[in-house]
């Protein structure tokens, strides 16, 4: 099955099904930095959960403040 067709084109559902089918892929890599589609996924998860707890809804608008790495994709995972 084509998991990109299965996502329905969004990047978010398209981690979230590659960290099920395979999980310990590099997903992302960036300079020394790279994150496995489990360990992405993960944290991705675990900010937006503490953004849900903090009040952050889906209307709310999110700013990321970062410099180009691994973790401004997590964060941008995050809000999505």
Do not use: C
Not at 15 to 30: F, G, R, S, T, W
Not at 40 to 63: F, K
């Amino acid at each position: 099955s084509d998991v990109t067709a299965e996502a329905g084109g969004l990047f978010h559902v398209f981690v979230e099904k590659q960290a099920q089918l395979v999980p310990d892929h590099v997903a992302v890599v960036y300079e020394e930095q790279q994150l496995t589609y489990r360990t992405l996924n993960e944290r991705a998860n675990q900010l937006a959960r503490r953004l849900r707890n903090g009040g952050i809804g889906r209307e709310s608008m999110v700013g990321i403040l970062s410099e180009r790495s691994v973790d401004m994709l997590v964060g941008v995972l995050a809000v999505w």
